[in-house]
């Protein structure tokens, strides 16, 4: 997929010191320019992770947001994604990191690991699956089924990013 800027924002592809890259050799997509947001609302760490100061603008305080997005410039001067940075995945219009799913699941004290991915067995119906394996640790603490997993989740997580299967091997 290729694009370009919408008007009073700019996009850099940047290697890990800030150093924008050749046409053709891939690095981190940024933005900047008046629509780039402040950060994340009650979010500090985040922000300062995701937006940081913009070498390029000439106007002091103006900040770049890190997307994640593994890019590259075209010979076109076409942007062209190529994959993420992290394992961020998006599945019914939200971006959810597989990760922050399974920590949760291996706080269930009858978790011993977890790993969510993203199945999509009819073409464009992604949806999160969870395989968990039953804790060797917690002995006498049978492997929860399905129900009880997902009414650990929703305690601690939005509802969009609740797994829509539960794959349970002992």
């Keep these: 997929v290729g694009g ?8 850099w592809v940047l290697d890990g010191n800030l150093e924008p890259v050749p046409v053709g050799v891939t ?8 629509g780039v947001a402040r950060g994340y609302w009650g979010r500090p760490e985040l922000t ?17 947001y890190r997307t994640g997005d593994v890019v590259r410039y075209r010979a076109d001067g076409e942007i062209e994604f ?3 940075i992290d394992q961020q995945v998006k599945v019914r219009g939200y971006r959810i990191e597989p990760g922050e799913i399974e920590s949760v699941l291996e706080g269930h004290p009858g978790v011993g690991e977890a790993v ?4 999509e067995d009819r073409p464009g119906e992604k949806r999160l699956v969870a395989y968990v394996v039953a804790s060797m640790v917690a002995q006498g603490v049978p492997l929860p089924g399905a129900q009880e ?7 601690l997580l939005p509802a969009y990013m609740l797994p829509a299967a539960y794959v349970l091997l002992e």
């Design 149 to 155: 997993l997902r009414a650990h989740l929703q305690e």
């Design 116 to 119: 969510v991915t993203v199945r």
């Design 4 to 11: 370009r800027p919408i008007a009073n924002t700019q996009m």
């Design 82 to 84: 190529q994959g993420r």
């Design 48 to 64: 300062a992770e995701k937006f940081v100061p913009d070498p390029f603008a000439g106007q002091p305080g103006s900040r770049l």
């Design 27 to 34: 690095g981190e997509l940024y933005i900047g320019g008046t």
